[in-house]
């Protein structure tokens, strides 16, 4: 059977394109292609590492480019993120309040199934991820919460 690894340590199989390019899904063809261009001048590696080269990201830049470029590329790539990111069917809903707290990891952590661990940080949560995928198995959980207006202060500041 396919083995399946966990491709992006994130567990982002579908990268999202479209913020590599640093636009708007909706973006037109010209418009990908202007900020394109911008994109491959400021992270091109000949420049020096501090002037904005990045060798890394200008990589994932072509082939964010060499997707979204093709007409028919992007229309299956527009596909696949839809897929993946319609309101997962499977998604499990688990309570905040379930969820074990990893004061290392600093996150909270959801047990999945297949014993690995999901990770829902802060962070996420405060960008408004609620989906979290089992970078093992695939699962997806969505966290739900009830948010309170008279949040407990505990923010000690000295
Ligand atoms: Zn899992």
């Known amino acids: 059977m396919a083995t399946e690894t966990p491709a992006a340590a994130t567990g982002t199989a579908t990268s999202d394109l479209y913020e590599v390019l640093d636009v708007e899904r909706g973006a037109t063809q010209a418009e990908l292609r202007q900020r394109y261009r911008e994109l491959a001048l400021e992270l091109h590696p000949d420049k020096n590492v501090g002037q904005g080269g990045d060798a ?91 948010v309170s207006n008279d949040q407990e202060d505990d923010d000690e500041r000295e």
């Open 56 to 146: 890394t990201r200008f990589v994932a830049l072509q082939e964010a480019w060499a997707v979204l470029s093709d007409e028919a590329e992007r229309r299956a790539y527009d596909a696949r993120l839809q897929a993946a990111e319609a309101p997962a069917a499977a998604a499990a809903e688990i309570d905040i309040d379930d969820l074990a707290w990893d004061g290392v990891a600093k996150s909270f952590v959801h047990t999945c199934r297949c014993s690995d661990m999901v990770h829902v940080t802060e962070a996420d949560l405060d960008k408004g991820c609620e989906i979290f995928e089992c970078p093992s198995c695939s699962l997806r959980i969505r966290v739900v919460f009830q």
